[in-house]
């Protein structure tokens, strides 16, 4: 099958408009026209999916009101690492806590599975999400730990998210000051916004987000299947190392995940 | 979820077993269900109301129209081209706020609309839907029955989140009554009639008006099943349900335009030979109303007729469409909860995977125009004012420029060390001031001397305590004097009033 070197320049287009997280597509736009096109002719899809495929991209889904939604491929000059956000200076608890509240907005958006299949949207704002996230971290502690386990001894997630204070104020604006959680929930939340995935809703009040499709199918397709699969296998690892720490009498340290 | 029979503008009503054991009043145990579920809509509203108390919202909004309004705004947009935002109705139901309490900030009116669609969003309960029980008391044994429903749902829209509203919004919207779509038509169409014959026109437009909201209803209903047959061709029953509901749809239509067309011929007819100019206004709107109206049905019909070919279309599309896969993660116990509960080290990694994939897709920042203007026009990043030291007056550099000449103060202490021996009145310390400036001659400190001694005695009666700290010359001096009223009176150029006995408990050497 050969591509007319047109369409090749279209789907590129088309790739381009669904890197620019601020585009919208609309019936009359060029973007519109090329999404409707992408959404009817299997040709043109495949153009598209392969010239995104090139780049390390991959198309998650086309919904006609979102866009292209593209996420990466490992290794492709567009990935980026959660960690690399605040300039690459996050210690290890912050970076624990803002991927907590990346969980969270998503806990909180799909509360049920069928939740990941529809199209509605939630708003978020910014202290009622701490706290959601605050209870189920009470939750979480209320149950037992095994203290006999090398888990049970270590420092549980729940408890540095509980530990660090929920709003610290700032000198003389408004607004969480670094530090404490609301603040983390506020940084997430802006990045999600940079990410198309969520958008300022100043009409809710300040701190108050709305949550776009887009993050629906970036949490339903690709990271909450990686993350299932993370977690796999740090238990894995985990449980391997109890076994051959208890063989060999000298567990104690908790095992770096893969 | 709830997978119950839920109501909906096409169902015909609830159904109801036969073999019941005991029959009261058949016409109210037929309607309970319907009717129950017709009192429950209208209970978030309730809700809302009676918890504006614990939020600041003012009392002089009436939130429950505020609410009815709200839903009436998201129900119009509905169906039609240009949905309403959640920006834009929070701004229009802040408008009738502000109509409401005119005295008010226009923060508050943000609030109580803000209040009342959140209400209606059930942002108490993260923005799921509302859920009471239904006992069904026919059953036996008794049987519970959740009974699930939203108010106001929110869609992701180009411009920012687009408000829908539930059939059950709709239902309230239609006076919360448990209205059959056909009784209702058949009920307006003869109130329509008898209105047009006793020449009540007004209230013509407003029967009419009320048709359009079955219209209307219709129309959002039939959109909700396109869509959703856009999304996935096995969401709605193509086979029986949908065509049962467009074939409805399009009687509607067909004895709606023939009913209209008749009345408004003959309005038209009224006008023309109509001679009270009040009737030919009435007239004349209700002849706006009705076109409006029918522009309304010709949309539903649109809508209908090519229902089908977007059936088929999206059949045609989705048939060898990649297979869905089910998306069964259930994030909050499934991840959540154990990524919470695993230890620090591990649930970095986990909550980081996540984040990475949501979070992990770097676009290189290029200046664009539309960018750029954004940028100039955001609010300066506010530096935080640095602290002003605040001046203590009298404390320059070391020199008071207020204090006394050293002569003066010599002097005036060794006229006040006269009250060693025996205490002096403060008039007879003046004197001695007086004679001593003539005496010395101290050149133009004469008012000076005078006013040190009558200030340094009154400190010593009612000290002033400002500064403890601080230490010159005088304050050894007054230390050491204490001063009381002697009951006399003092007349003095300089002071008048009961004048005091002045003592010095001070060592007589300095």
């Known amino acids: ?258 | 979820m709830v997978q119950e029979w839920q109501p909906d503008l096409f169902d015909s009503g609830p159904v109801t077993s036969s073999d019941q054991p005991e029959v009261r009043s058949p016409a109210a145990d037929a309607s309970m269900r319907a009717r129950w579920r017709a009192l429950i809509l209208t209970d978030p509203v309730a809700r809302l109301v009676r918890n504006a108390a614990h939020a600041s919202v003012h009392q002089a909004y009436d939130l429950r129209q505020l609410a009815l309004a709200a839903v009436d705004i998201a129900v119009a947009s509905m169906g039609f081209a240009r949905q309403i935002t959640l920006a834009e109705l929070i701004e229009s139901t802040a408008e009738l706020a502000a109509v409401m309490h005119p005295g008010g900030a226009a923060g508050d009116h943000q609030d109580a609309a803000r209040w009342v669609v959140k209400g209606l969003l059930n942002d108490a309960d993260n923005q799921g839907a509302f859920v009471y029980s239904f006992v069904d008391a026919h059953a036996f044994p008794p049987r519970r029955e959740e009974y699930a429903f939203k108010l106001l749902q929110l869609q992701d829209g180009p411009d920012g989140a687009v408000v829908l509203a539930s059939h059950q919004a709709v239902m309230l919207y239609l006076n919360g009554l448990d209205l059959d779509v056909d009784d209702a038509e058949a009920a307006f169409s003869v109130v329509l009639q008898r209105q047009l014959r006793d020449r009540r026109f007004e209230a013509a437009a407003r029967t009419a008006t009320q048709a359009e909201r079955v219209s209307v209803a219709m129309s959002a209903s039939l959109a909700d099943v396109l869509d959703a047959t856009r999304r996935d061709v096995r969401a709605f029953d193509w086979i029986t349900d949908v065509p049962h509901r467009l074939a409805r749809a399009r009687e509607h239509v067909e004895a709606r335009i023939a009913a209209d067309a008749e009345v408004l011929n003959h309005v038209a007819a009224g006008i023309d030979t109509e001679t009270d100019s009040a009737v030919r206004q009435a007239s004349g709107d209700l002849v706006e109303t009705l076109r409006r109206i029918r522009r309304v049905h010709l949309d539903l019909a649109e809508r209908v007729a090519g229902a089908r070919g977007v059936f088929l279309q999206a059949q045609l599309s989705q048939v060898f469409a990649r297979r869905v896969h089910l998306r069964l993660l259930n994030i909050e116990p499934e991840l959540f909860h154990p990524v919470l509960d695993a230890p620090a080290e591990q649930a970095r990694v986990v909550a980081e995977t996540f984040g990475d994939r949501v979070l992990g897709l770097r676009v290189p920042r290029l200046l664009h125009l539309d960018g750029l203007v954004d940028m100039l026009l955001a609010p300066p990043r506010a530096a935080e004012p640095a602290d002003q030291e605040t001046e203590t007056p009298g404390d320059v550099e070391g020199v008071d420029l207020q204090a006394y000449p050293p002569a003066v103060v010599a002097e005036a202490t060794r006229i006040l060390r006269r009250a060693a021996a025996e205490p002096v009145p403060l008039s007879v310390l003046l004197g001695s001031a007086t004679e001593a400036t003539e005496a010395t001659g101290i050149a133009a400190g004469g008012d000076d001397l005078r006013e040190l001694v009558l200030l340094t005695a009154l400190w010593s009666y009612a000290p002033d305590v400002g500064d403890p700290d601080a230490k010159s010359d005088l304050t050894a001096l007054t230390e050491a004097l204490s001063a009381e009223r002697s009951g006399d009176r003092l007349d003095h150029p300089l002071a008048w009033g009961d004048d005091l006995l002045v003592r010095y408990e001070g060592g007589l050497d300095p």
Not at chain 1, 57 to 84: E, I, K, N, Y
């Open chain 1, 1 to 258: 099958m050969t591509v007319p070197i047109e369409d090749v320049w279209s789907a590129a287009e088309l790739v381009a408009f669904g890197l620019r997280t601020g585009a919208r597509p609309t019936d009359g736009n060029t973007y519109g026209q090329l999404l409707e096109r992408y959404r009817t002719n299997t040709a043109f899809r495949d153009a598209v999916d392969t010239v995104a495929g090139g780049l390390g991209l991959v198309v998650l889904g086309a919904p006609a009101r979102t866009g292209l939604v593209l996420s990466t491929q490992p290794g492709s000059v567009f990935a980026l690492r959660m960690a690399d956000l605040r300039g690459g200076s996050m210690s290890a608890d912050d970076k624990l806590i803002a991927g907590l509240v990346v969980l969270g907005i998503a806990a909180y958006a799909f509360p049920h599975d069928v939740d990941l299949d529809t199209t509605d949207v939630k708003i978020v704002e910014v202290a009622a999400l701490d706290r959601f996230v605050r209870d189920a971290a009470d939750r979480v502690l209320a149950l037992p730990g095994d203290p006999d386990t090398v888990d049970g001894q270590a420092r549980r997630a729940a408890e540095v998210y509980r530990r660090t204070a929920a709003f610290k104020p700032k000198d003389r604006l408004p607004g969480p000051a670094r530090g404490c959680t609301q603040f983390a929930v506020l940084e997430v939340l802006g990045w999600l916004v940079e990410r198309g995935a969520a958008r300022q809703v100043p009409q809710m009040g300040a701190g108050s987000f709305q949550l776009t499709d887009r993050f629906r199918l970036l949490v339903a397709d690709v990271a909450g299947g990686e993350a299932l699969e993370a977690l796999r296998s740090v238990r894995r690892t985990a449980t391997a190392a109890a076994d051959s720490g208890a063989v060999k009498a000298s567990g104690g340290s908790t095992v770096e995940g893969v």
